[in-house]
């Protein structure tokens, strides 16, 4: 058996999903591929946070990236809510960076670079966040916030499908089919699919494994991040509180999430003993001790990096209907909106709304020359 479309889209997370909408919502024909049902991987496990600035290190084409991409969620969240029928939790719940005294000089440093994208330097912290009140300052970002991840690819994959994209899941890639040396399709287990415009990568974690029949080995790797929510009957949080790459993260429905760890583990994506003691430490530094603090679930997931830690957004090298969106390590659900707005302009030959040659697999060169 075999199926003929315009796109292929290979992964059904958050990046994928939204990918094969906003293809389908353009008028192609698309499919989209998923080992597993759609959701289940880094994008199931994620926190939903999305914090350009909590995220970033400096200023620069990464930042600048995840800012654009915060922009276009109001926008999202309209279409898709439209589209989906599904409230994806789309929330300013606004973040607060905080700091230990002796970390303080640091804090200001960031908010040097940070003031001009909206960040506020807040010292009354007994106002804002009475449980932080100890804090002497902090890094307020009022417009970012949260999504529900779970939701947000359910409805990603609802509006797919309304849209008459055609869904392979329990279908694992097993290969890349090839016309020549040009990619043209994939292998599924019980059919091949071609495409006459493109297949677009958006595994994950496991997207290099999709590749390397095409490349010596691509440079990314799953990084394990161990992850608790807690339930309370009073919320004693307002906005997402970030510690350097710790996090709290108060949900509508009255969970905290507590995270995340950060461990290479290959592709095991199991709770560790050492994982929960991590999460314990971040529970005391947050001073979240009260016997009303319920613990209601704790899980892991595999966020793909890069080698250079930034996203792998572009057409593969040698191939003129290739393409890899991979790579968005801790900030794919945040990524995901301008991501898919960019796969929709390879499709469309529309320009990008920045330079996205830093993120151009190209940058790999050396280690990913073209197998004939
Ligand atoms: C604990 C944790 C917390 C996080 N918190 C946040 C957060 O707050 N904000 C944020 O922006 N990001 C967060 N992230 C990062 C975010 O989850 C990821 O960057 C994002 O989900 C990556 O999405 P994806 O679609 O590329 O990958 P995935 O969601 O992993 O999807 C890849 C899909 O590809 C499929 N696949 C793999 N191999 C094949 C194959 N051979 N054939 C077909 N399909 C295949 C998989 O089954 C999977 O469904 C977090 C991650 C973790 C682990």
Request: aromatic fraction near 8%; avoid cysteine; charged fraction near 20%.
């Given at each position: ?92 719940t ?141 919320a004693p949080f307002r906005h997402i ?7 709290l993260v108060p949900k509508?429905?009255?969970r905290l ?116």
């Amino acid at each position: 058996m075999s199926g003929r479309y315009d796109w292929i889209v290979v992964g059904a997370g958050i990046i994928g999903s939204l990918t094969a909408w906003r293809l389908a919502q353009n008028g192609f024909r698309v499919a989209l591929v998923d080992a597993g049902a759609p959701g289940q991987q880094a994008t199931g496990a994620a926190a939903g946070i999305l914090s350009p600035l909590a995220e970033a290190g400096t200023i620069g084409p990464f930042t600048t990236l995840m800012m654009h991409s915060l922009h276009r969620y109001p926008d999202l969240v309209l279409e898709l809510t439209e589209e989906s029928g599904i409230d994806i939790q789309y929330h300013s719940t606004g973040v607060l960076q905080i700091a230990k005294e002796d970390e303080l000089v640091r804090l200001r440093q960031r908010y040097a670079w940070q003031e001009s994208f909206g960040a506020v330097w807040v010292t009354d912290m007994q106002k804002l966040e009475p449980s932080l009140a100890e804090y002497h300052a902090a890094i307020y970002t009022p417009k970012e916030g949260q999504v529900h991840p779970p939701l947000l690819v359910q409805a990603a994959v609802r509006a797919a499908l309304a849209r008459n994209v055609h869904a392979f899941f329990g279908e694992p890639v097993r290969s890349l089919l090839r016309d020549g040396l040009q990619v043209r399709g994939v292998q599924l287990p019980t059919q091949d699919l071609w495409a006459d415009a493109g297949v677009i990568i958006t595994a994950g974690a496991w997207s290099h494994l999709i590749v390397d029949s095409v490349s010596a080995p691509l440079p990314l790797s799953p990084i394990r991040g161990q992850i608790l929510s807690l339930k309370t009957d009073h919320a004693p949080f307002r906005h997402i509180i970030f510690h350097q790459h710790s996090y709290l993260v108060p949900k509508r429905d009255g969970r905290l999430i507590v995270g995340a760890t950060e461990d290479d583990a290959g592709f095991d994506s199991r709770v560790t003993a050492s994982g929960i003691t991590r999460l314990a430490e971040i529970l005391q530094f947050f001073r979240i001790s009260e016997p009303t603090f319920y613990l209601e679930k704790v899980w892991a997931g595999l966020r793909p990096k890069s080698a250079d830690g930034l996203p792998i957004l572009g057409r593969w090298p040698g191939q003129d209907s290739l393409y890899i969106a991979t790579g968005h390590y801790r900030n794919g659900v945040l990524l995901s909106a301008i991501t898919a707005d960019i796969a929709l302009g390879w499709a469309t030959n529309k320009p990008a709304p920045m330079d996205l040659s830093p993120f151009h697999p190209q940058r790999f060169h050396n280690t990913i020359l073209p197998k004939g």
